[in-house]
């Protein structure tokens, strides 16, 4: 890694390397997408046209243009580019290059710190760039596809600007693809491939916003349609070649990153809201991308009883069948059976009185004494404890005319709180009137204190 290795091979013509590096833009002219920051007026192009970008952080998916970005503005600010992977360095390595872009500042040099996945970097190695982008020594540019938030140092995080990058419109891709088909010097113009619109609209569409995927597509298919038509040039890239090159589509995921807890919230909020179609579609999402299906059967279970609790009690039941299918058969064939809870959880009467009954009952523990439990109350297996007065009151249901008891159960300093509140939804609404029930033949029942005193 040499403070001077700048990026001045990119613009060559080395047919070896990949058609996404080799049509990787040059300026913002030339920079597909990502409008909100870079067209002509925006934040992030004022500050280039004003050599004022300071460090940065471009948060965003992969292939939205995060490591094009930092290149064309080091080549627009005439400064010198070091790029970092954080899988790759480590804090010896920052701190040498640190300390020779300290050096060339002083010659009126000035330098940009790519760091690729910044997010991978621990608290140490992030640690290590605080002095010099302080002083002033380099301007950082982080790329991250995870929440910086939570990823970044907040010393760090407090000294850049954080950009939010967008996936591709399916717009922006095909014009992409479009350009490497015509570019004779870097893209594939000069085998003349042919290609309709449709096609070209179906690898944009399957790449999911990522730009670099859509490229690596377009390079497969153009061989396949070389190598099948037996011609150098004037192939035609076909839907079916298209088919064959993508093999399997590209799903945005990652399993223990931002996109993970997106989904799963998706899922849960269009449960919640009955939308069925919704629930199935990001349910889909997270099965095709690999998500673990028992990680989602677990959240289902949650969303049966913390939005539908007792309105239907069917409803955990099936989820928890639905987990011992995906374990009993597997998977692919278990994610109808966790289609099959997502659809009924869906469609389900919704109430979140158990969960908003418990979450009242665990305020309550917190914030109240813990009196303890009521004599009466108490077992008594023994001599002493009959004669310290457990169970002494107590009033067996049974034995009641009404099956119930006018007894106090609750200790006195929560003494006739009312935790569940029964909605009028489903299962729910039966349970609302058997509670009624319940309230008016406990109130017939004589107090214990006047049996005592009779």
Known sequence: ???????????????????????????????????????????????????????????????????????????????????????LSGIKEIKQVMIDAERARQYGTRTIVFVDE??????????????????????????????PSFEVISALLSRCRVYVLKPLSEAD????????????????????????????????????????????????AAALASERSGQKTGAEIT????????????????????????????????????????????????????????????????????????????????????RDAVNFIGMPEGNLALAEAALYLSIAPKSNALYTAYGDVQQDVEKTAAEPVPLHLRNAPTGLMKALGYGSGYQYAHDMKNKVAQMQCLPDNLRDRVYYRPTAEGTEKEIRERLEDIQKRRADQPHPDVEKES
Request: charged fraction near 25%.
């Open 173 to 220: 891709i095909v014009t992409l693809l479009e350009r490497a088909l015509q570019d004779a010097q870097l893209g594939l113009g000069e085998i003349h491939l042919r290609a309709s619109h449709e096609v070209l609209v179906r690898i944009a569409s399957y790449s999911s916003g990522d730009a670099r995927s859509a490229y690596n597509v377009l390079e497969v």
């Open 239 to 322: 839907d079916e070649i298209v088919q064959d090159a993508l093999q399997k589509r590209v799903l945005l995921y990652d399993k223990t990153g931002e996109e993970h807890y997106n989904l799963i919230s998706a899922l849960h909020k269009s449960v919640r809201n009955s939308d069925p179609d919704a629930a199935l579609y990001w349910l889909a999402r997270m099965l095709e991308a690999g998500e673990d299906p028992l990680y989602i059967a677990r959240r289902l279970v949650r969303m049966a009883v913390e939005d539908i609790g007792l309105a239907d009690p069917q409803a955990l039941s099936l989820c928890m069948a639905a």
């Open 118 to 147: 910044i997010h991978r970097f621990n608290k140490a190695q992030q640690d290590a760039f605080l002095p010099y982008v302080e002083k002033g020594s380099i301007r950082l540019i982080g790329a991250t596809t995870e929440n």
């Open 1 to 87: 890694m040499s403070l001077f290795s700048t990026p001045s091979a990119e613009g060559g013509t080395d047919r070896t390397r990949p058609l996404a590096d080799r049509m990787r833009p040059r300026s913002l002219e030339q920079f597909a997408g990502q409008e909100h920051l870079v067209a002509p007026g925006k934040p992030l192009r004022t500050q280039i046209e004003r050599d004022d970008t300071g460090s940065l952080i471009f948060w965003g998916p992969p292939g939205t243009g995060k490591t094009t970005l930092a290149k064309i503005i080091a080549r627009m600010t005439k400064a010198e580019f070091i790029e970092f992977s954080a899988v």
